[in-house]
C-alpha cells in the first residue's frame, strides 16, 4: 500500500497561528540589503510557490492545485477554490573592502485567493503582495580632528542610516477561456507603500547628544495588468502539454507625500511637513514577462520566461530620474518532477521536486557596476492525503554585487513556506 503524507485543513490553521505568535513573540529582523538602500527598494518577484521552487516568474505556468499571480489570463482554468500564504525568512552574509556584517528578516506575502465563477472557463482573483522592500542598516566612523571642533582633542563619530519599508499592491482580477486553447486576462490593482529613511550622528563623547533626521514618504496609485495565456495538448507527443505566457503591467503614476522629523529624547518634533513638501510625482515603472512551459509526460514539467522592468524610466519624488536606475531583465529556467502521479510505495514518491536557476541584470548601476543576481532554487512540495491542499517549502541561495569599486558583495539564502488550500466549494451535494 502506498504510503501517503496527511496534512488537514486543521494542520494548517494550527501552523499559521503558531508562525504569527512566533513573529509576535520574538523580531528576528536585524536587516536587509544594503543594495535596498536606493529607488524604492529591492524588486520582489513573488508569484506562486510552484514557480518560486524552479527559479520561474511563472507566467506560464499553472496548477489547478495552487493558485498563482503571475498572469492574470491563467484564473480562467481554475477548477478548485485556491487559497495561499507564504511566510519566509533571509539572511544576508555581507563583505565589502573594509567591513562584513550579516543580518536577517523575516516577512511575508503573498497572499492570494482564486475562485473558479466558471470551471475552467471564468476565475476571479484577489491577492495582496509586496512588490519591493527597503531594510538596511548602514554604519561609517569618522574622525574630527582638533581644529575642526571645540573640545580640544580629536572627536571620534558615527553615521548609522536606516530605512525600512516599501511598495505593495492589493489587486482584484478576472480570467476568461476565448476557446479550448487561448485565455485572456485583465487586474486593476492599488498601490501603497511607506518608506522611512533615518539618519543618526552619535558623537563619542558625553558631552554631546545624539541628532537624527527621518523622512517618511508615503505612496498611492492604481495600476493595470492584462495577461494572455495559451496551452494545447498532445503537440509534439501524446499526452504531452505545452503552454505560453505572456503578462504586461503598465507604468503607475504614484501621489506621493513626505514630511521630515527629529526625534529629541523621548519627543518627536515635525520639521517639515507634508503641506511643505507638496504632492510628489514619483513614477512605477512598467514591467512585462514572457515563457513557455513544457510537460512531455505527466511526470515532468520544464519552464523558462523573461521578465522586463523599465526602471530607467523611473521617477523620484521630486518627478527626476536617478542616474543610479537602469532597466531590469530576469531569467529564469527550471523544472518540476511530480512523483506523485507515479504509482509507487516508497516514501519519495510522495513529494514533488522543484529545481530551477536564475540571473538578474538587477536595476542598479553603482560606480559603473551592474548589481546583478545568481541564484540556484530548489522545492518541496508535500500533498495532503485526504484534500487536495499542501504545504510548500523553496529554498534560494544567490550571489549578489561585486566588491569592485568599494561595492558589497552579497550571499542571499531564503526559505520560503507556502500553505496552499484547495477545494471544491459551493457545490449541492446529493444523498445516496
Known sequence: MRRTIIITPVLFIILFFGVCFAVNAQDIWKGGSAYSHF????????????????GVYGVALHD????????????????????????EVTSYDAISSNTNYRSTKFHTGPFQVVLPVTRDRLGIALSISPLTSSR????????????????????QYQIENTGSGGMNKIEAGIGYRLTNSFSIGYAPSLFLGNIRRQQTVIIMDEGYRPTNLQELTSHYGFGNRF???FSQRNTFRQNDRFTLGAMVSLPVNLVSERKLESRIDVNTVTIRSASDYGDGQATYPMEASAGASYNPNPYLQLSTDVLYQNWSDYSNFDGASETFLKDRVRVGLGGQYLATRR?????????????????????LKLNNNNIETFTIHGGLNIPSFRTNSSIDINAEYGFR?????????????????SFNLSELMFIQRRLQ
Open 227 to 229: 495577461g494572455l495565456y
Open 39 to 54: 529607488g524604492l527598494g529591492t524588486p520582489h518577484d513573488y508569484r506562486s510557490s510552484v514557480s518560486d521552487g524552479m
Open 136 to 155: 538596511y542598516t548602514l554604519q561609517n566612523q569618522y574622525l574630527l580632528d582638533p581644529d575642526e571642533n571645540h573640545s580640544g582633542g580629536e572627536l
Open 64 to 87: 489547478s492545485r495552487l493558485p498563482g499571480i503571475a498572469n492574470p489570463a491563467a484564473w480562467s482554468r481554475a477548477i478548485f477554490t485556491n487559497a495561499s500564504g507564504t511566510f
Open 401 to 417: 554585487g561585486t566588491q569592485d569599486s568599494g561595492l558589497i558583495a552579497e550571499r542571499v539564502f531564503a526559505l520560503k513556506i
Open 343 to 363: 504509482d509507487a510505495s516508497t516514501f519519495l514518491s510522495n513529494f514533488t521536486y522543484r529545481l530551477g536557476v536564475s540571473y538578474d541584470t538587477g536595476s
